[in-house]
């Protein structure tokens, strides 16, 4: 194969891309939000694209993975529609009532709750509903919330890892690798559960001090009632029938935004009251915009055949070992998904691995290292994944709050604690990437597995 030479449109693509990244990556430095310099490189992209001939906002617009937007946007407001029911304070009353002051039973169940919740409606969404929560049941019992809170994220940040859409990396790898939501459990769920049950009990260790701490015992039996009732039973109803959906949502012929969106449109109609205007203003659509724009971006890079020229410099080594390929990456990515979140790290990969399969390269056991890196990654800082980033954000107002410093979670703290987990989880991985490699590596297992669901589908509907 005839080897790509550096051009004009390669090298303005390339300069776009690493600038904008720069601006992504250091926003607590210079105060701007990372969305606005997504959206200032979209547009540049778009522009030096079409004045060199590699892009067009046509183009643009093909380049967004809507089956992620739509998914996302779905899903961010069934949780709006289910918050002021008080379903999930319910939860977490009924846990914190349910520990008896066993402060690790109390991070064990809270933080297996919290997973659960993760592995469908993503660990953002999650923190963001138990963190407010977990401090008040801490502050009630008079003991530090930050081990809770941490455990919240660390443990949320590993669960999600499980399926397509426990983390938003796991729906753009799944959008683009073409990865069915019980592909992606039967490959992800068993090395998920290994490092999540390694996480819990790490945790025990890394906080054995202050789980030593005596609480003060609180009945929390007379908060536990719902708000709205008929609106929770309606909702945890349409979650269910979401899952069976995200199961079967191949056999249908359906992509996985098409069932987020039936499940809404249920809750809508059978929910009690539900105002779309209340609700839907509740979205983060600064979020998705940041997702449109990246999409925007790396599609230029793309275009320009960047992408193509970086990927032909990697295809040597990976055709020489691809399982050191994979160990690697799955390391690189959860180093630079620490420090710089893994969500646009997780763009840029994608179009390269896609190189790679053009090319004649299994990939398949790519994907799953990336999926693993970047998700594994997200505990080694603050910055690793939104989640950390709001838990971050709600101590260091909790600290303001009771002018008490020590309460705030600083960034060395975070490093302190999720570094080892997320070094330990990474082990773990990789020892079970390097047994199972022909399972991670082999696409018949994939079409085996698919066939059979397909065939018992056809045999029930017959």
């Not at 600038?19 to 778009?46: D, N």
């Not at 809507?66 to 946007?73: A, D, M, Q, S, T």
């Not at 390269?352 to 970047?374: D, K, S, T």
Request: some cysteine; charged content about 15%; hydrophobic content about 55%.
């Amino acid at each position: 194969m005839e080897m790509l030479v550096m051009d004009t449109p390669m090298m303005v693509s390339g300069i776009i891309l690493v600038l904008t990244f720069i601006g992504i990556f250091t926003e607590g430095v210079h105060g701007f939000h990372r969305a606005k310099f997504a959206l200032g490189g979209a547009g540049a992209m778009v522009l030096a694209g079409q004045y060199f001939g590699f892009y067009s906002p046509e183009l643009a617009i093909e380049s967004i993975d809507w089956n992620v937007i739509f998914l996302l946007g779905a899903m961010m407001t069934v949780v709006a529609i289910m918050i002021p029911t008080g379903g999930f304070q319910m939860l977490a009353y009924k846990i914190a009532d349910l520990s008896k002051g066993k402060l690790f039973l109390l991070m064990a169940m809270m933080g297996t709750l919290v997973t659960v919740l993760s592995l469908l409606l993503d660990n953002v969404t999650t923190v963001v509903i138990f963190g407010p929560l977990i401090i008040l049941i801490a502050r009630s019992m008079q003991v530090n919330p930050i081990p809770y809170l941490l455990a919240a994220a660390l443990l949320s940040d590993t669960g999600g890892v499980a399926t397509l859409v426990g983390d938003p990396p796991n729906l753009m790898i799944g959008s683009a690798a073409g990865i069915d939501f019980n592909t992606f459990f039967y490959h992800m769920g068993g090395i998920v559960f290994v490092a999540w049950i390694a996480t819990l009990f790490f945790l025990k260790v890394i906080f054995k001090k202050e789980l030593a701490e005596k609480p003060v015992l609180q009945d929390f039996s007379q908060q536990e009632e719902l708000k709205d009732p008929y609106t929770w039973k309606v909702a945890l109803a349409v979650l269910g029938i979401m899952v069976v959906g995200f199961v079967l949502h191949r056999q249908f012929h359906w992509e996985a935004w098409f069932v987020a969106g039936l499940g809404l449109t249920l809750l809508v109609f059978f929910g009690k009251d539900v105002d779309m205007d209340d609700h839907f203003a509740e979205i983060e659509l600064t979020l998705l915009v940041f997702f449109m724009a990246l999409f925007i971006i790396v599609g230029g890079v793309e275009h320009s055949k960047f992408l193509e020229y970086i990927g032909q410099f990697i295809l040597p080594f990976v055709q020489e070992d691809l399982l050191v390929a994979c160990i690697l990456l799955m390391w690189v990515a959860a180093f630079l998904s620490a420090f710089i979140d893994n969500i646009p790290f997780t763009a840029a990969m994608i179009p390269i691995i896609i190189g790679l399969e053009q090319q004649g390269v299994n990939v398949n056991a790519l994907w799953w290292a990336l999926a693993a890196g970047v998700g594994m990654g997200g505990n080694g800082s603050h910055l690793g994944s939104t989640a950390n980033v709001f838990i971050v954000t709600i101590s260091e107002k909790l600290a303001k709050d009771e002018g008490r410093p020590e309460l705030a979670i600083t960034p060395g703290l975070w490093i302190k604690k999720g570094s080892p987990i997320m070094i330990l989880t990474l082990i773990i991985c990789s020892i079970i990437m390097t047994l199972f490699f022909d399972f991670y590596s082999n696409p018949d297992g994939i079409t085996a597995m698919s066939g059979g669901i397909e065939n018992v589908t056809e045999a029930a509907a017959h």
